[in-house]
């Protein structure tokens, strides 16, 4: 049986975490590295899938999944994303520090 991947509702804090690091190309054992997690299995299928199927980040060898040179980028809609978090992010710091 094949697993369904679950709809992209809300972002873990490592997915945000890919997000970041998914500026430039990534390689999977990258990732895994850099968020601490050594199951791969796991890792592609809570963290990494879930932002694929979203369209979040993006493969950079799609007609190959498993190519030993894939690699993982974020895509425009992610860096959206990223952007708006960044900006809301800056709101509530200058809002906390009684900036606003």
């Not at 509702?9 to 590295?33: A, G, H």
């Not at 968020?35 to 299995?41: A, F, V």
């Not at 990494?48 to 979040?56: E, M, Q, S, Y």
Request: proline share 5%; net charge positive.
């Amino acid at each position: 049986s094949t697993e369904q991947v679950k709809p992209l509702t809300r972002l873990s804090d490592k997915q945000w975490e890919i997000i970041r690091l998914c500026d430039v190309p990534r390689k999977l054992s990258e990732l895994m590295e850099a968020l601490g997690i050594s199951s791969r299995g796991y890792f592609k299928n809570h963290h990494l899938d879930p932002l694929i199927a979203g369209g979040v980040i993006r493969m950079t060898n799609p007609d190959k999944p498993r190519a030993s040179n894939q690699k993982y980028v974020i895509t425009e809609a992610g860096a959206k994303l990223k952007a708006r978090l960044m900006l809301e992010n800056t709101n509530r710091s200058e809002e906390e520090n009684g900036k606003v």
